[in-house]
């Protein structure tokens, strides 16, 4: 009988832990209830005086009107370099790659440079309505409420520009255009215009040189009798071979800034370079044994002078045909969608900055209750208690 009353260990589970609660995780979502329910007027009220603010702030803001102006940059063009380029196969691939990827975004650099920025500054007399005391500041400001982007997919450049008044927004954005067309002047951005400026800058030493030369030949007196023992057709045809060699001297140093030796081109302008300076050798051994007594002087500055004339007129049609081809490329900066003053504001949107200050001031809040009770909850604990009294007492100790 007795063995009956003892329970088997088969008849009761063993107990290895504790008992689990049941319904552990309703509790927790209860007591996160519990502390929204306790603390709802806080959430509610606190996000709605924040929004109340906001938007009496936003009424009171100076309004801010954005006006915009699109641009079409010029498109670059393969030159003749490029398509000689191409014949050595691979090599043309890697000059390629070296490319500007989207050359809108060279305009884009420019529009954002010092030059523009200091004359959009110098046009408008922004240090004096901005009441800055020096341009970089002036320049930073203007930066700051000035957005000039590029799109990818066609390249159209587009300028927007904040400001209080819609009508000066509209005339710094149609400005912008202006400074950058005046800028591209003095910069050779195609390779069109760097061959214009190379021939522009050799124009200009042709030039003084030739002036040079005039005052010289000038200056030794003009007389018949000086050209009896060298005609004057024969010096200006030395002069005219002199001339033709400097030029094609120039055009293949030009030529070797998008060319090798061994391109076809470049040595058929060897050849010609080499057949000129024959020809001239021959024409100063015959004239050198006719020149001599008093009129040498003469003969020789007045040689000097047909020799820069000569390249003069070389260098002006060189110079005229780089134009050409420079306004054909074309740095031509076409206007889409000129600046209109807009009709309405941009800034500040009241509407919207009353919703978002709404909605981040609820989430602060509520991440400050929880903390909060998170805090007190670990306050009742005998062990985080001692642990927070200490704490108390040194900071209390520090402070004082």
Known sequence: MTDNLIPSSTDTPAQTGPTPIEGEDDISLLDLALVLAENLRLLILVPLAAGVVALGIAYLTTPIFTATTRILPPQQQQGASA?????????????????????????????????????MIERFKLKQLWDVKFTVDARQRLDSLTKVTASARDGIISIEVDDPDPKRAAEIANAYVEELRNLLKTLAVTEAAQR???????????????????????????????????????????????????AQEIRLASMRTSMTDLNPAFKVALQELAALRAELSKAEQSNSSKAGGDGADYIAKFR?????????????????????????????IQVLDPAQPPERKSKPAKARSAVLTTLVTFFIMLVVVFIRQALRNMANQPKFAEKFGRLRRLLLLRGA
């Open 196 to 246: 214009r400026l190379f021939f522009e800058g050799q124009l200009k030493q042709a030039k003084d040189n030739l002036t040079k030369s005039e005052i010289a030949l000038r200056g030794s007196g003009i007389s018949e009798a000086n050209l009896k023992t060298v005609p004057q057709s024969a010096l200006e045809a030395l002069a005219r071979i002199r001339a033709q060699i400097t």
């Open 304 to 332: 000097d002078f047909k020799y820069y004339e000569t390249l003069f007129d070389l260098m002006a049609k060189q110079y005229e045909v780089a134009r050409l081809d420079e306004a054909r490329e074309g740095a031509v």
């Open 83 to 119: 398509l000689l380029a191409g014949q050595f196969g691979a090599l043309a691939g890697l000059a390629g790659a070296a490319g500007i990827k989207n050359p809108a975004d060279q305009y884009v650099a420019l529009l954002k440079s010092g030059p523009v920025l200091d004359a």
